[in-house]
């Protein structure tokens, strides 16, 4: 490796900035001679806090910018939470490696002076804040009577809003969570049976140039086969169904004896309907197994709840 320095590009969120610092502390394990250098880049999703993510749209909100940085060799890496990144990624392009991704749940944190503590125990009507389609979809489909509420901003924000707020309690990953140190203000986690994850939840994506070979041998050590089959199986499931963060859809993948298995979702605005499915293959088929999945469930009826939802 004669490369002697890197630059990382990163959003300048406090959960950004800990993904980027972790992968600069894993790359000084193997090359401890390595200058790395921080570019903090502002997307158009930090400059955008007072409307939902679904009425702004959702083509690389939160990656645009640095990825034109990258284009632009203005940085060598960009570090993505992968479930922001674009199942279509701009020409020139590509996902590098795929470290070992955490937990997928989400989960719920309730307002520190209500005394439920979990779903079951939530009251009628209880209200509950969360800036995805996904989680409110699957939630109503949960309890229907539930009063959902939008909630933007970084992790800090988003809790000391649910403190100033008369809110039961707010949805998040635990990924993120954790990874701020927050985990004890976690009061339940949530199975994938009740909301199924992201796509690409819990799992970083390390972009860079297509054809940069020198960096893309640099951060190979940085990459975990599973988790890579896993999430490149939800990304064909996505991009199989063009969704993003305006349609409610989610997917789980694992790997086990070789064997990868992935579940998908697609649900309606209001959680009345919602599509659940499965398939199975073998782990280097990952991609086409997300597709037929995505197929699977379009041909059962999530083509005319997709359509639904792009005429409003």
């Not at 996904?134 to 009063?147: G, T």
């Not at 800090?156 to 203000?185: C, H, M, P």
């Not at 199924?196 to 297509?210: F, K």
Request: proline share 4%; aromatic share 6%.
């Amino acid at each position: 490796m004669k490369s002697t320095s890197l630059r990382i590009g990163t959003r300048g969120s406090q959960l950004a900035l800990w993904q980027a610092e972790w992968v600069k502390a894993e790359l000084l394990k193997f090359y401890p001679n390595l200058t790395i250098q921080l570019e903090i880049i502002k997307t158009t999703g930090d400059n955008i806090l007072d409307s939902p993510l679904s009425k702004i749209g959702d083509k690389g909100l939160f990656t645009k910018e640095i990825e034109n940085a990258l284009l632009e060799n203005r940085i060598d890496i960009a570090v993505h939470s992968l479930k922001d990144l674009p199942t279509k990624l701009p020409n020139g392009l590509t996902i590098g490696a795929i470290p070992k991704r955490e937990e997928v749940n989400d989960v719920f944190i309730s307002h520190p002076s209500k005394y439920h503590k979990d779903f079951d125990s939530l009251p009628s009507n209880s209200k509950i804040a969360t800036g995805s389609l996904r989680r409110k979809c699957q939630l109503l489909n949960w309890k229907p009577d539930l009063e959902i509420y939008d909630l933007r901003g970084n992790l800090n924000t988003r809790l000391t809003k649910l403190e100033q707020s008369d809110w039961d309690g707010i949805i998040l990953a635990k990924a993120g969570v954790v990874r701020l140190g927050f985990a004890k203000k976690i009061t339940q986690m949530i199975s994938i049976d009740k909301i199924l994850p992201a796509v690409g939840q819990g799992a970083l994506g390390i972009e860079i140039r297509e054809q940069d070979k020198k960096i893309e041998e640099l951060i190979k050590p940085l990459n975990n086969f599973s988790t890579s089959y896993c999430v490149l199986a939800e990304r064909s499931f996505l991009r199989m169904l063009e969704g993003g963060c305006q349609v409610p859809i989610g997917a789980y993948a694992q790997i086990e004896d070789n064997q990868l298995h992935i579940q998908g979702m697609i649900g309606s605005l209001d959680g009345k309907k919602i599509l659940r499915g499965s398939a199975n293959g073998p782990a280097e088929q990952c991609e086409k197994i997300g597709a037929e999945l995505a197929k699977t469930l379009s041909d059962c009826g999530g083509k005319e709840i997709l359509e639904s939802i792009r005429m409003i």
